[in-house]
């Protein structure tokens, strides 16, 4: 298996503007997760799929920020306005419940200026 | 709830010596336990994972870890560091009871002198 592939590697946009980052996790996995890190806050959960349901999304930041998950091989995570402040390295991961092993993708460096 | 901290932000080890990185945990239930490695502009690399098996784990790249429940730790060790061996690690829990969801230490950085 390739892993968990994200897309795009890096991104700049501008405030303001909608920004969407990919992932396609590991074939079979049934649970997919959202990271983000900055250097202030570290690693921080986002959100987090079961079976393409989103379980808990408490840690999305605000409503500018969305994920979905239409199928068990994409998801999405979107930021609609984009601000400075949402400037990090975004991190898709996915498992398999009865294995318990997370896996983490290459990140999206995101940069909005 | 379940967290971790980890001891020391930064490390510095001369090539050769011992690379010892510290973790304590906090759970109520018995933990899942990992340890991640992270090389610039990388993702997240599963360095090893305890999951209530043997108690001393082996990893990748030489590196193993120790489960001690009376002090609720779980410390990376490697007996000689390597340049190679640069980079920044993680100590995080989990656990079934909570979709192993996984909470994070800060990280230590890790640092090795020629």
């Known amino acids: 298996d390739a892993g968990v592939i994200q897309s795009p590697r890096h991104e700049v946009t501008e405030m303001g503007q909608e920004v969407t980052l990919r992932c396609k996790p590991i074939?079979?996995?049934?649970?997919l997760f959202w990271y983000r890190q900055t250097m202030m806050r570290g690693l921080e959960l986002l959100i987090y799929?079961?079976?393409?349901?989103?379980?808990?999304d408490s840690g999305m930041p605000e409503d500018r920020f969305s994920a979905k998950m239409p199928n068990a091989s994409f998801s999405t995570l979107k930021i609609q306005p984009s601000e400075p402040r949402d400037s990090a390295v975004y991190f898709c991961?996915?498992?398999?419940?009865?294995?318990?092993?997370?896996?983490f993708g290459q990140g999206t460096r995101l940069t909005v200026v | 709830a379940q967290s971790v901290t980890q001891l020391g932000s930064h490390v510095s080890v001369s090539e050769g010596a011992l690379v010892l990185l510290r973790c304590n945990y906090s759970?109520?239930?018995?933990?899942?336990l990992f340890w991640y490695v992270q090389y610039p502009n990388q993702g997240l690399q599963l360095l090893l994972k305890?999951?209530?098996?043997?108690?001393l784990v082996k990893g990748i790249n030489g590196f193993e870890a120790e489960f001690k429940k009376s002090e609720t730790s779980f410390h990376l060790t490697k007996p000689s560091a390597h340049m190679s061996d640069a980079a920044e690690y993680f100590c995080?829990?989990?656990?079934?009871?909570?979709?192993?969801?996984?909470?994070f230490g800060a990280g230590t950085t890790v640092t090795v002198r020629a």
């Open positions: 991961a996915s498992s398999l419940r009865q294995e318990g092993t997370t896996f």
């Open positions: 074939s079979g996995h049934d649970y």
């Open positions: 799929f079961n079976n393409n349901v989103p379980i808990d």
């Open positions: 759970s109520s239930v018995p933990p899942y």
């Open positions: 305890y999951t209530s098996a043997a108690t």
């Open positions: 995080a829990v989990s656990g079934p009871d909570n979709d192993y969801k996984l909470s």
